[in-house]
């Protein structure tokens, strides 16, 4: 069995709030995930529900309503794992009339949104993405940014989403997976240029998607310092939680 890592990790996005878009379908499945990044050395899990026309649009009384029985049942089987909620955006300037308010956006109750975007979007569309974000009084994180075919292409732009004043989130697959090779030739490229502020599952189910990060924690303990990895998968989470982003 795998030895747990010593830092109580924070995973800041997946897909493990139940029946609410393409992640875990049931109750079970949000426990047996729960279970998974339990036993990876995972001790607290901000749970990002799509809010994406095609892969989940649950209400967001739906979401919190899951939320609450989430809650409740995880804290009896693993009464040291937090769960808190967040979403995750798929970023469109009107998003806002597409929900109710801006409470449905936020992670974690703080002005903090996670934003994601189609893998063929334009650097200009993030950037002025960021800005209207940031126009509504709320602090983007960048998901997966080393997945969209422009990063891919010119892995340099990252800094200027960063110099914006927005987060960065990589996923821990693209740079411990099974992914293609440019992915993690960008992941590399970031970390070691200090670009990433948080590495996180993006976790969709318990068989290929897993929420699991202590082999890329390792990984960047080991290449990068462990200084980093404590702050990647530790101290910043832990900043969106306390709001002090
Ligand atoms: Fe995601």
Do not use: W
């Not at 493990?16 to 393409?22: A, E, N, Q």
């Not at 036993?39 to 095609?54: A, V």
């Not at 914006?164 to 293609?180: C, H, P, R, S, T």
């Not at 992915?183 to 240029?193: A, I, R, S, T």
Request: with cysteine; glycine share 4%.
């Amino acid at each position: 069995m795998k030895k747990n890592y010593d830092v109580p990790m924070i995973d800041i996005h997946n897909h493990i709030l139940f029946g609410v878009d393409d992640g875990a379908q049931d109750l079970r499945t949000s426990l047996e995930m729960i279970d998974i990044a339990h036993e990876d050395g995972i001790r607290g899990l901000i749970l990002t529900p799509h809010c994406h026309p095609h892969r989940g649009m649950s209400s967001y009384e739906k979401i919190l309503s899951h939320f609450e029985e989430l809650k409740k049942v995880a804290s009896a089987q693993f009464p040291d794992m937090n769960l808190y909620l967040g979403r995750e955006v798929y970023f469109r300037s009107d998003v806002l009339e597409e929900v109710e308010g801006m409470d449905a956006l936020q992670m974690c109750g703080n002005k903090i949104a996670l934003i994601e975007f189609s893998s063929n979007v334009q650097p200009s569309y993030i950037k002025s993405s960021i800005a209207d974000v940031q126009m509504q009084g709320l602090i983007p994180i960048v998901a997966h940014v080393e997945r969209y075919a422009c990063t891919i292409e010119d892995k340099s732009i990252v800094e200027e989403f960063s110099d914006m004043g927005a987060f960065i989130q990589i996923n821990a697959d693209d740079l411990v997976g099974n992914v293609k090779h440019e992915m993690k030739k960008v992941v590399k490229y970031l970390l070691k240029n200090d670009l990433v502020d948080f590495v996180a599952s993006d976790a969709h189910d318990t068989e290929r998607r897993r929420p699991l990060l202590s082999d890329a924690y390792r990984y960047i303990a080991k290449k990068y310092g462990e200084d980093y990895a404590y702050d990647l998968m530790y101290a910043n989470p832990m900043r969106i939680i306390e709001d002090k982003l």
